[in-house]
């Protein structure tokens, strides 16, 4: 029977659980990208985060950066801790030594390391720079084997760092020593720089592959798993219990409510009445005791409550219990994969059952790969749906009075049930219309009925 193979943590818990659980020990790990790209801090963050008086840690620099230069900045990231210094974290220049004795003499000094603080981690920043100081092909390969070979000896995971664009990688000789590929990213913007995280490969476990976001902050790097859109198992069964939209009205035209853990996309022009139909749904769930997430890219939490209040609806005290949380983030700022992260965290910590994202249309804003925006968009309301929250979703529309203008790039197939809100001019008037276009398997009223907002809040025209 094979053993399960241990695990050594990045010290980032989500990229622990994009690998499965972590680096495999005793692995050789290649950590690539372009200056900048915040390979040096992954590792500081990984060593640090590992490192204990019976767990040590290597960290050998090359000429690539002096060592005092790396720890002065490495001491403004919260993982620091200076009490590890040269005791559980040992800083040893490997670069001088092999320039002054070469080659062989840097493996001896390695193989003396190894011997005299048997660490479980010992990183190699840079192996770009080794390879420049060893000019010979042959010689650099020749090296790079016998480091493996001391390194499998002795059970140590390594990590080696390298300055490589993913089509140099796969050119150089470090890509046949190395059990893992980590490739960190950028895209430049005017607005603001994006930086993404992939796994090439990792050999003895599965990871999810495909482009995460980071960012660099005070705790380090900080990554966002992508949302996956793979099929998840669902529960239909709750489909057969309703939820009150907290008008009862609409709650008759849509056979009892919206069906529970069913995704809800509500789509009109601006001012047809999407935020405050979305408040109603959220307010029915609270009074019911039903934790909700507002999740705004337009208007901020002062605004939505005082629009609220100025309607009848007052949010104050389910916001001082924690039931009733607002979510308010700029669409200029938006970052889908970051943010898509952050509303799961929210719902799970929170045990969230109604949540509204108010609106879909930032998303696209977002997202310049409309493909991957559709994609996007299933996986999230899958996901929810799997855990049974009930979703509902605000859709900008333009040409309100079309309805198969409802949606674009195909993000009607994903979505159980669809409103449509609506103008319509009559003489001198502008008037507000709602009609329920679809409800998957579910009877509902087609009828098109004339809605009032109104200092009473949500009403139909009887």
Not at 114 to 143: C, G, V, W, Y
Not at 316 to 341: A, Q, R, T
Not at 411 to 423: A, E, P, Q
């Amino acid at each position: 029977m094979l053993k399960t193979l241990k695990r050594i943590s990045t010290g980032i818990n989500t990229l622990d659980n994009i690998l499965n659980g972590g680096v495999p020990e005793g692995s050789t790990v290649l950590v690539v990208g372009r200056p900048g790209s915040g390979k040096t801090i992954m590792a500081h963050q990984m060593m640090f985060n590992n490192a204990s008086p019976d767990s040590k840690a290597i960290y050998l620099t090359t000429l690539a950066e002096p060592q005092v230069k790396v720890m002065r900045f490495q001491q403004e990231f919260t993982y620091f801790d200076s009490n590890k210094f040269q005791k559980s974290v040992i800083y040893h220049d490997l670069g001088s030594i092999l320039r002054k004795s070469g080659p062989t003499h840097a493996l001896a000094v390695i193989d003396q390391l190894l011997q005299q603080h048997q660490p479980s981690l010992i990183i190699i920043d840079t192996i770009k720079t080794l390879a420049d100081m060893i000019t010979s092909f042959t010689e650099f390969r020749e090296f790079l084997l016998d480091l493996s070979l001391r390194l499998a000896t002795w059970g140590c995971t390594a990590i080696l760092i390298g300055e490589y664009s993913e089509e140099e990688i796969e050119l150089r000789p470090e890509s046949s020593i190395a059990d893992g590929i980590v490739y960190l990213y950028g895209t430049e913007d005017k607005k603001q720089q994006k930086r993404f995280l992939r796994i090439l490969k990792m050999r003895g476990t599965d990871f999810q592959g495909g482009e995460n976001i980071f960012c660099i902050t005070r705790n380090g790097l900080e990554v966002y798993p992508r949302l996956s859109p793979n099929l998840i198992e669902q529960n239909y069964q709750q489909f057969n219990q309703r939820l009150s939209t907290g008008i009862t009205t609409m709650d008759e035209m849509m056979g009892g409510g919206i069906p529970k853990g069913s995704t809800t996309l509500l789509s009109g022009a601006s001012g047809t009445g999407k935020t405050v139909l979305a408040l109603n749904f959220l307010r029915a769930g609270l009074e019911n005791s039903e934790p909700a997430l507002y999740v705004s890219f337009e208007e901020n939490d002062r605004q939505l409550l005082k629009g609220a209040e100025n309607l009848g609806m007052n949010f104050n005290s389910y916001i001082n219990k924690g039931v009733f949380k607002i979510l308010h983030v700029s669409p200029i700022e938006l970052d889908v994969d970051k943010h898509v992260y952050e509303i799961q965290r929210i719902v799970k910590e929170n045990n969230v059952k109604r949540l509204v994202i108010d609106s879909i249309s930032s998303f696209e804003i977002g997202m310049h790969d409309k493909v991957k925006y559709s994609d996007y968009i299933w996986a999230l309301t899958d996901y929810f749906k799997s855990q049974g929250v009930s979703v509902l979703l605000t859709h900008e529309l333009h040409d309100s009075a079309n309805v198969t203008t409802l949606t674009k790039h195909g993000i009607s197939f994903v979505t159980d049930n669809m409103i449509l809100l609506r103008y319509a001019e009559e003489g001198l008037y502008v008037r507000r219309y709602l009609r329920i276009v679809k409800m998957r398997s579910s009877n509902h009223s087609t009828v098109m009925r004339e809605i009032i907002i109104s200092a009473d809040g949500f009403n139909f025209v009887l």
